[in-house]
């Protein structure tokens, strides 16, 4: 089975929309997917729970978000609420999300 990793860097919302609608098509076809939101991206996850974005909870839903970096979180202003939405808190690499552990797995990453 193909694992791909989607590694959201950028806080625009039109790009990591793009990040959820490719993960959701690539799943529907089987393939394991998984999606970080790092970097500035993590700003946009208390934006997409009030606003309920439909791409979102989908994949929220289907347990594709692996997690939010959570010394992103920290720096950007959003750990508090990031943890309120029960996504896991990533912290393996220095206290940020890490590839390695997905690389060693096998998964294609693919950052954006």
Known sequence: MEKILFYGMTGEKM????????ALDLHEEG????????GASVTLVPSFESEKNPLYIKAKNLNL????????????????????TGLPMLEDMVGHAGMKDY??????????
């Open 31 to 38: 393939k394991e997917v998984k999606i970080i939101f790092e």
């Open 65 to 84: 978000i692996a997690g939010i970096c959570l010394a992103c979180s920290k720096v950007m202003g959003v750990y508090e609420k990031n943890k309120d």
């Open 103 to 112: 690389i060693n797995q096998g998964f294609m990453i693919i950052s954006m």
């Open 15 to 22: 790009c990591f929309q793009h990040i959820l609608l490719n």
